[in-house]
């Protein structure tokens, strides 16, 4: 058994399908156009407290997991 890979064509579709996904064109994926109205609305919005509070105690357990994947 080798560490590379035995299949060429497997490799270069792999890449390929990289290539895409990176440069977006991905089947189904819709960036769409963006609307400056629409952003500047975005900009304006802003979570309710408790969303807000949920964020921040879902932040505060992430950063005090421990456990499997976890370097101590």
Partial sequence: MTDS???GKAVDEAAAADHDAVAGDVAGRDG???DRD???A???LS???EV???Y???LDRGAKQ???GRVP
């Fill in 42 to 44: 975005a900009d304006d």
């Fill in 47 to 49: 979570p309710s407290p």
């Fill in 5 to 7: 890979p035995q299949d």
């Fill in 52 to 54: 807000s509070e949920e």
């Fill in 32 to 34: 769409g156009p963006q």
């Fill in 66 to 68: 421990r456990g499997e």
């Fill in 38 to 40: 629409d952003m500047r």
């Fill in 56 to 58: 921040s105690d879902m």
